[in-house]
Every structure is written in C-alpha cells, then in structure tokens.
C-alpha cells in the first residue's frame, strides 16, 4: 500500500460507515412499511399474542440490544426452549442464561452434512438452544458452513423459485442474523440483507413458518439499527 | 515454458495470448473451452458475435488462422472435465494454464498443468477469497487489487501466491466500472506472473487461508453503499 492510500484510510472509513449507517436506516424505515407484504395477516394471527408483540416491533421505531458481550461470555445455557431464547432475542428481551464451566464437543461439518435433514434441525435446535453461542469463536465453522449453504445453494434455489425448505432455511438466517449481531460481521448481515431482497414469491413461502419467519425479520430489523459495524 | 490460455471464447483466448506471445521463452496455446455445455449452433453464434464486437475483426482472423495452422489453438468439443478433454489438455504438455474461462476446476483438470492454472483474482488474498471481493474490499476500507495464484478445487484457497499488485479502487465511480478495471489487469499481470516464474530468485507467497475470509455476492443493498462510497471518494479526492 502507498503512503497516500494509507494515509486517506482513516478518511474512507468515516466516509464508509457514515454511508453504511444511512444506507441500512433507510431499508429500516423501507422494512417497517414493507414488512406486512411478508407476514400476512393470517400468520399474525396463527402467532397469538406473539402476532401483536411481533406487530408493534416491526412497526415501531428502532429497537436493538446489543448482544457483543456474549462472544467474551463463552457457552452459555438456557432453560428455555431454542424457540423461546429466540423470540426473546429477536423482540430484544432480556435471555435467561447462565455461563456454562464446559463447551460442547466441536461439531463435525462432514459427519452434520450426512445427517438427514430432520437430524440437522433437531442438532442446530439442541446445539444453540441459547442461540447466542452461534456468535462464539469455538463455532465459526459451523457459522460459515451456515452461511455458505445459505449463500450458495439455498440463493440459487430461491433465485431460481424452486423447491426449498422454508424451516430450514428460516432456521438459518435467524442463526446467521444472531451471529451477525454478536459479532458485527458484515457478512453475516449482508446474508439477510440479500434474502430479504429476493423474489417476494419464494419469501412468502416462508409463511409455513410464521414464527421463524416473524423472528427472522424481527432480527434483521434490530441488526438494521445497530450502529458500529 | 508452454502455457495454455483457458477461455471462455476464442478472441477472449487471444487477448490473453497477445500479451504472452513477445515472452522470451514462452509457447503460447489457446484452449477454447464449452462453457455451459452449449450446443454446436449456439456455441458458434457466441463465438462469431464475439468475434463481430471486437474493433480488430480483420486481426482477430488473421490471428485465428496462424493459430490454427501452427497447432495452437484447441477447440475442445466436450465439458473441460471429461476424459477426452483432459486428455487433449495433458497432450499439450503445457506447464501452466492461465484462466479465462467462466468453469470451476477439478484436480484432473488442474494437474493436467506441469505448475498448476495460474487465476488473476480481483481481490487481496488471504483476506478477500470468493465473490464480489472488490467491492467487499471498498466497503471495509481495505485496499483492491488483484492476486495472481495457483488454484486448487477450493474458493481461492490454493497456496501458491506468484503475485499481488494493490490497485486503488479511487477514480472509478461504481462497483462494476472498478470491477471491470480489475479484470482488464488480467493478461498483464498474467504476463507479469509467467516472468517471476521464470527468474531464478523467485519464490511462492503463502496463501494463509485463516488469515482471510470468504465472502459471498453482495446484496443491493451494500452494493449501494460501495457506489455511493466511490462517488463520494471521487468528489472528495478528485
């Protein structure tokens, strides 16, 4: 790098995130008219009084819980459900947790992608039952391997309006939407920015999951608020 | 040193090779190869429309027909990673490949090259391996440009870095003009990157792939934002 370029690095960056915060402000603000075009009326309703507190988050103005700590937190434990330490991350709870004195064995990738498709949901439900240990350095792997399914080939089949399992799907981007709000890694943000902006027609299958689904957007619009990228 | 240009179209083949042709000591070839699988007629009709863009038609089959008549330009009728394809590609006895076709590459493909296929990447590798690597560089304050390196069958995981040149990304007002700079740089630095491997004092830069990330094509969204960022960088830097 010349002297120049490094020099003006400092400038660029400013120019960058003041550009990136204003870019994601205005799909918010895009988010909070545009998100009844997803969540239909009647997956508000199948929800219950989850339907009205998913409502009012997505319609109010911006909400988000910083959860960085949690990479510094190492595994955590949760009494609650997978489901329920969920929603109460994406409408920016508090999560019942406690520090855990040991960390799971690591996952093995090979042995998980030979798994039938109902096991691999029953060990990412088990495995992050606190969802926030996705963000934890010790499960990188697994956090790439997520985003890498979600970007390849999962974005291939939704581009191309073919078959795809919304429940697998949606339990991806709502991992790979916590990871990016623990760890504030673009990447990870910019998975659910790109889904969000796929065709309406393979979004709104997504509706055979209304509670995914509503946490999923839920997330993305906390992560469109959180500053410091 | 026999290298083997691997393209997408003929005059795409050419315009690489030209660069490699005044190289002392290099025999240059042109793969064209069927990406895409595409039928005889449809493949033909890409080819001749190709051929109708280019400025320099009466050149381009000038240089169409000397390569032809010395047994340098190969025309591969069959996927690259079928056997005959190998095996005509293992008949060359080429040392280096140098990619500038739109294919993914297999190990039988790859070590059908004495050194391997050299791939000019638009992005600084280790940090920037994948898709849209340019304009994840710009977004995150980092400086562009291009690696030339052996690949492997992985994202841009092989080991061997020949070479990597910064090229700022300031003067170019959008994502694709600066992407479009960045692929233009290919056949010099593939040029540039036959020279190191030829000069005794020459040796490999590490590929350390935990010390990069992989990315992935970029949403509207962002892509929006880079534009801005260069528009802006351009006004403010002029």
């Known amino acids: 790098m010349d002297l120049e370029t490094a020099l003006s690095r400092p400038v660029q960056l ?16 895009e988010l909070r008219k545009s998100w009844r075009h997803l969540v239909s009326t009647e997956c508000l309703a199948s929800l219950g009084a989850l339907g009205k507190e998913v409502e009012s988050f997505l319609s109010r103005q911006d909400t ?3 959860w960085r700590f949690a990479v510094t ?56 039952r606190c969802p926030l240990n996705i963000g934890l350095a010790s499960e990188s792997d697994v956090a790439e391997e997520l985003l890498r399914q979600l970007m390849v080939p999962d974005r291939a089949k939704l581009e191309a309006g073919t078959e795809f399992d919304a ?39 997504m509706r055979s999951n209304p509670r995914l689904l509503s946490f999923w957007l839920c997330i993305y619009a906390q992560l469109l608020c959180t500053p410091e990228w | ?82 056997a005959t394809s190998i095996e005509r590609l293992r008949s060359l006895q080429c040392d280096v490949g140098l990619h500038a076709a739109n294919v993914i590459y297999r190990e039988p493909v790859i070590s059908a090259f004495r050194l391997g296929i050299l791939n000019a990447h638009i992005g600084i590798l280790p940090g920037y391996r994948g898709r849209c690597v340019a304009e994840w560089s710009v977004l995150q304050g980092d400086p562009t440009g291009v690696t030339v390196f ?8 092989g080991d061997r870095i020949v070479l990597r040149e910064f090229v700022p990304s300031r003067g170019w007002r959008s994502v694709q003009a600066l992407k479009n700079m960045l692929f233009r740089c290919d056949a010099r630095l593939y040029r540039k990157a036959l020279e190191a491997l ?18 992935y094509v970029m949403s509207r969204l962002l892509t929006g934002a880079v534009n801005q960022i260069l528009a802006t960088t351009l006004i403010a830097f002029g």
């Not at chain 1, 400013?14 to 603000?29: K, N, P, S, Y």
């Not at chain 2, 109708?52 to 050149?59: D, E, I, N, P, Y």
């Open chain 1, 14 to 29: 400013d120019c960058c995130e003041g550009i990136l915060r204003g870019a994601l402000l205005t799909r918010r603000a």
């Open chain 1, 64 to 66: 988000f819980r910083d």
């Open chain 1, 73 to 128: 937190f190492g595994w955590m434990n949760c009494g609650a459900s997978f489901e329920d330490s969920l929603y109460a991350i994406a409408l920016a709870h508090n999560v019942e947790r406690r520090q855990s004195g040991t960390s799971p064995e690591p996952l093995c990738l090979a042995k998980f992608n030979k798994l039938s498709r109902d096991e691999r949901i029953e060990v990412l439900y088990n495995r992050y």
């Open chain 1, 167 to 205: 429940e697998m799907v949606l339990l991806k981007l709502n991992l790979v939407g916590v990871r990016a709000m623990v760890t504030r890694d673009l990447r990870y943000l910019d998975a659910v920015n790109y889904f969000y902006e796929l065709p309406r027609r393979s979004l709104i299958r």
């Open chain 2, 1 to 82: 040193m026999r290298v083997a240009v691997i393209a997408g179209s003929i005059s795409g083949g050419f315009r690489i090779a030209r660069e490699m042709e005044s190289l002392p000591g290099v025999d240059v070839f042109v793969v064209a190869c069927n990406v895409g699988k595409r039928g005889p007629l449809l493949r033909w009709a890409r080819e001749i429309l190709a051929a109708l863009k280019s400025l320099k038609r009466g050149a381009l089959a000038a240089t169409t027909y000397r390569y032809a008549r010395q047994g340098r330009l190969i025309i591969l009728h069959h996927p690259l990673d079928e």
């Open chain 2, 150 to 157: 052996f690949i492997d069958p992985g994202i841009d995981t």
């Open chain 2, 198 to 215: 030829m000069s005794a004092e020459f040796s490999f830069e590490s590929n350390e792939v935990s010390n990069g990330r992989r990315y």
